[in-house]
């Protein structure tokens, strides 16, 4: 018969498992926000130096397409990028932008739900975001706007940035092919699939719905996109009616692609 242990051993075997630390399993998520402050330390202790920082915008996109369009794109696709880099976490979506002027309103403030912030106070904001970013131990701090009015904005704040840190290793970086690819590249795309430049357009038209279609179909009023062309008053600069998710996700898999070798390119270290 085989030897029975004291009970005495048996309990101190039994305190010994008790007492042995419960270690949490890695957070599943690239976005910091659903994350620990100690488990971002930690994301970043391992070797996730790179924070990117995806930016919106609160603007009407005509009757067919929710407000928050930029918004959810940048998102969705920020996580994908930071997946694809595999160094890279995200930060929250920079939803509040410059989009117009409030007296005499202007752009898209004309229509309602639209909000806009001064450029000065938008830069002010990035520029302190960054500077947090840094101070945590973030190396690269990678700017990616969904939309068009504040582009040069984030590049000057990345520069200036940078060039202020330029005795460290820690730098800033506004990745202008994130926002080209979708606007350039893909209506060029379309183009030569034989789509008018009158469905393209620059708003809402048939690249930006299609873009939606294929990351945020639910932010698509598809009935109302289809019913008629958009008036000239209506925000609308293009035709999306025969946009679709399949056109939107060739630009998806591009913008990935080309993002995230141009974020490769602007990180690396000589």
């Known amino acids: 018969m085989p ?26 998520t690239v976005f910091i926000e659903q994350m ?11 070797g996730k130096t790179t924070i990117i920082v995806p930016i919106g915008g609160t603007e009407q996109n005509g009757p067919h397409m929710a407000l928050g369009k930029h918004n959810r794109r940048a998102a969705v696709l920020a996580e994908k990028i930071a997946l694809r880099l595999g160094n890279a976490l995200v930060a929250p979506v920079m939803a509040y932008v410059p989009e117009g002027l409030l007296v005499p309103p202007s752009g ?32 690269d701090i990678v700017f990616l706007g ?3 009015d504040y582009q040069g904005d984030n590049r000057t704040v ?8 330029a005795a460290t290793s820690v730098r800033a970086h506004a990745i202008r092919e994130y926002y080209d690819v979708p606007t350039v590249w893909f209506a060029q795309q379309l183009a030569s699939r034989g789509f008018a430049e009158a469905e393209i357009g620059r ?30 008053t209506s925000g609308v600069t293009g035709d999306p009616r025969r946009a679709t998710a399949e056109l939107g996700q060739i630009a998806v898999d591009a913008i990935v692609a080309q993002t995230v070798a141009a974020i490769q390119k602007a990180t690396r270290r000589p």
């Not at 739900?113 to 973030?138: E, M, N, W």
């Not at 200036?160 to 840190?165: I, T």
């Open 158 to 165: 990345a520069l200036a940035l940078s060039r202020e840190w």
């Open 203 to 232: 708003h809402a038209g048939l690249p930006d719905t299609s873009l939606t279609l294929a990351l945020a179909p639910d932010l698509v009023r598809t009935d109302v996109m289809r019913d008629s062309a958009p008036p000239p």
């Open 146 to 148: 969904d939309s068009g």
């Open 3 to 28: 030897t029975l242990l004291p009970l005495t051993l048996l309990y101190a075997c039994a305190a010994i498992v008790v007492a042995l630390p419960v270690f949490a399993a890695a957070p599943s």
């Open 108 to 139: 898209h403030m004309r229509f309602p739900g639209t909000i806009t912030v001064p450029a000065v106070a938008y830069r002010q904001i990035l520029d302190s975001a960054a500077r947090s970013f840094k101070l945590h131990g973030f190396q």
């Open 36 to 46: 620990t402050s100690p488990e971002v330390a930690a994301a970043i202790r391992a």
